[in-house]
């Protein structure tokens, strides 16, 4: 059962996402939306940490996590956000629906490995 | 492709003649090929790369095989901005920078033009959309006519596009990859309501680093 979930409707970005933590010997699984990440959260409820963008189409990353918190009742999954915004009121947002960390893309995989470790454990 | 080039600035603003002279925000400008310059070298690391001095074109031509097209939005302006390239050339830039494994198929290529335009787009958005609270949502919208054999793209308007070309060197094989990005303001041009975001004028945006809450 896979721990990671990332969740980017840029096949680029999951692709080199995931790619990099399962070169890293961690169990991950990708979403393309929001939707489609809520429906992945919701059959795998021992996912451990969700990375998600923030603007994608049919469900946006910031909805789907307060969905997760919502209407999945899950308030333990770490979820940090990957994505072009930076602004203080999206990350308001944010920290208001829980999410524990946020990094403006690109991604750099070096960066946050060790990190993403612990939250996924 | 009918070009005009910078005549000279004044005061804060930038002005492209053609043949009724466009006035735009130097930092605008300047921030537009600032930006875009550190996305290629954020995907493309320390790649050879040039960008030609900012023009307007009048032209409804669409350059290459492949572009991406986002919508712009804030209080001051409201518009699209496309990105353009041809297809060989980009594909082959993928394979010789690690962008992709193996060889680049043109699903690799719009992947990474969409996430290009992304990551462009999210920065200027960031730096210059403003508070998107203000924007009035009860929105004008017109179609877009394209048409595919003519390479033609229509805004409905005469508006002129804000015109970069970047040139990017292959590393491997030395071509020159060229991607044209254009401006078009078609729905809302008001300079003199331009402002740089706050936080974008006093700390720059640290990417790819965890900032935990």
Request: net charge negative; aromatic share 8%.
């Amino acid at each position: 059962m896979s721990k990671i979930l990332v969740v980017d409707d840029s096949s680029t970005v999951r692709d080199e996402v995931a790619g990099f933590l399962r070169k890293n010997g961690l169990d991950v699984d990708t979403a393309v939306d929001g939707k489609d990440g809520l429906a992945k959260m919701k059959a795998s409820p021992s996912v451990k940490l969700v990375i998600s963008d923030v603007n994608m189409p049919n469900m946006d990353g910031l909805t789907m996590v307060e969905k997760i918190r919502s209407e999945l009742a899950n308030k333990t999954v770490n979820v940090v956000m990957l994505t072009t915004e930076s602004s203080p009121a999206m990350k308001e947002r944010g920290k208001a629906a829980g999410v524990k960390g946020w990094i403006v893309k690109p991604f750099k995989g070096d960066a946050v490995l060790e990190t993403f470790r612990k939250l996924a454990s | 492709m009918n070009r005009s080039t910078p005549r000279e600035s004044v005061s804060q603003f930038l002005i492209l003649e053609d043949s009724v002279e466009h006035e735009y925000p130097e930092a605008l400008v300047r921030g537009m090929i600032d930006i875009t310059d550190g996305v290629f070298r954020g995907l493309f690391g320390d790649i050879a790369m040039s960008c030609e001095s900012p023009s307007v074109v009048r032209d409804r031509i669409i350059f290459g095989e492949v572009f991406s097209l986002i919508p712009l939005e804030s209080a001051w302006c409201r518009g699209y901005m496309m990105m353009q390239a041809e297809q060989v050339p980009f594909m082959q830039l993928l394979e010789h920078t690690g962008r992709c494994e193996g060889q680049a198929g043109f699903r690799e290529l719009n992947g990474m033009l969409g996430e290009l335009t992304n990551l462009v787009w999210g920065a200027f958005k960031n730096r210059y959309m403003g508070d998107p609270s203000v924007v009035d949502r009860a929105q004008v919208q017109v179609p877009l006519l394209i048409n595919h054999k003519q390479k033609y793209i229509s805004f409905g308007t005469d508006n002129p596009q804000l015109c970069f070309v970047y040139r990017l060197t292959d590393p491997v094989n030395g071509q020159i990859v060229t991607l044209h990005q254009h401006f078009v303001f078609s729905l809302n041009w008001s300079p003199e309501a331009f402002r740089e975001a706050a936080q974008a004028t006093t700390e720059p945006v640290e990417t790819g680093a965890l900032e935990l809450f």
